[in-house]
């Protein structure tokens, strides 16, 4: 949001030795710590952070692995093989092992390049790969959980270097371990993924098939899937190097099955996904009044009300102020209380 003071220190990792060096500096002087990632889910605070801001800058998409198929042939270095990715009959699964620093774009590029499918529709989310489990990012029907096996981490309560699985991680909507439980606990050195060579399952998230029923669209390929995907998101997500946001500043609504049933007979659009009944934040702040409007500096995108824009705004206490007002009108209107999204970084709540 571009907004926030600056930090007391930074420490940049380039490998993962250096990792226990910058949590011990941070004890050593009793210094909180905050990892940061690209900052795209992120927030300062006016008064800075009198504490460590840990940055994971080892990059790179490495350890390829084929997992075998159904030839009975077993797993092999997919880079050798001249076969990968010509069609969805010859490979299997294939796993790659990404660190943190990778910006996640690069990632979704490289599956798509590939013909793997499973992150496509993850194309064009801002920050970094080690970022993306810790609120499971999620886009157009798909999570990382779909795809994520496992991560290596560092634990600074043990002080020791981990593996955790999907299981341990317990993802549900915008969730996981890292950002509950275990918050400030982890951090994520390299993310794991498999992959499957071949397409999204049919029917795709509604904006997709609208689009690909207007231009015919008959060729359904994870790259030209994500093609797709930069072109929607390009029409009504402001470019954050461009416009100050966050992306969704406000989660969606998740109810009960009876909660949902009463939300449409009064006429509210709900959604049954694969996390449940939910009810589009965006479209409530829409109703609310909100499209377009500009708060304290703040202005509500006018296609996407779900994203805040920083405009003009010169305080973090003007996009509480904007935010806050957001809330209670919506909660006035609906009974609905919005949750924000992005983290803040903060002096207070932290281990030291
Ligand atoms: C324009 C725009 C569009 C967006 N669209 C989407 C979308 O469609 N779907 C979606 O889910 N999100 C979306 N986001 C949010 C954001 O892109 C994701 O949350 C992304 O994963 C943030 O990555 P980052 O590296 O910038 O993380 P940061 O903002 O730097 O960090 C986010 C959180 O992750 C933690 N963290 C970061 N790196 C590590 C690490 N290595 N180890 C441990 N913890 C770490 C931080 O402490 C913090 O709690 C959007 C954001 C913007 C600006």
């Known amino acids: 949001m571009r907004l926030g003071g600056p930090a007391r220190y930074v420490y940049e990792i380039e490998k993962p030795e250096e990792i226990p060096d910058a949590y011990g500096f941070a004890k050593t002087y009793n210094l909180p710590v905050f990892v940061l990632g690209g900052g795209a889910n992120t927030i300062g605070h006016d008064e800075g952070f009198n504490g460590v801001i840990i940055i994971n ?9 084929w997992m075998g198929d159904d030839s009975g042939r077993g797993p092999q270095n997919v880079l050798q093989s001249k076969n990968f990715g010509e069609g969805k009959e010859s ?6 092992k990404v660190m943190g620093g990778e910006p996640w774009d690069n990632v979704c590029e490289y599956a798509a390049s590939k ?22 990012i999620g886009a157009y029907g798909q999570e990382i959980t779909d795809t994520l096996t496992e991560i290596d981490v560092y634990d600074s309560e043990t002080n020791s270097f981990r593996t955790l699985s999907n ?65 929607i998101r390009a029409s009504k997500i ?32 709900v959604y049954k996904g694969k996390n449940g009944y939910s009810i589009n934040s965006g479209w409530l702040i829409e109703q609310a009044g909100f499209k377009g409007e500009l708060l304290h500096g703040i202005r509500v995108n006018e296609k996407a009300s779900l994203i805040l824009i920083n405009e003009s705004a010169t ?20 009974g609905y209380w919005l949750e924000q999204e992005p983290v803040e970084i903060t002096n207070e709540n932290f281990k030291r």
């Open 238 to 269: 402001p470019d954050p190097r461009e416009k100050a946001s966050a992306g969704s500043f406000f989660k969606n609504i998740y109810l009960s099955e009876p909660d949902a049933e009463t939300a449409k007979e009064k006429g509210y659009p």
């Open 115 to 136: 013909g793997l499918s499973g992150i496509e529709g993850l194309s064009k989310i801002p920050g970094l790969a080690g970022a993306a489990p810790v609120q499971n």
């Open 57 to 65: 800058r080892m990059r790179g998409i490495t350890d390829v692995t």
């Open 315 to 334: 305080s973090y206490n003007d996009l509480a102020k904007a935010r806050d007002e957001i809330i209670a009108k919506v909660y006035d209107k609906f």
């Open 167 to 231: 299981e341990d991680l317990q993802f549900s909507y915008r969730k996981s371990i890292l950002n509950t439980t275990a918050k400030n606990r982890y951090f994520v050195i390299s993310i794991t993924l498999t992959l499957q060579p071949g397409q999204m399952p049919r029917p795709f998230y509604d904006s997709i098939e609208k689009y690909v029923s207007e231009h015919n669209v008959t060729d359904f390929s994870p790259a030209n899937i994500r093609k797709i995907i930069s072109e």
């Open 91 to 96: 490979a299997g699964p294939i796993q790659i």
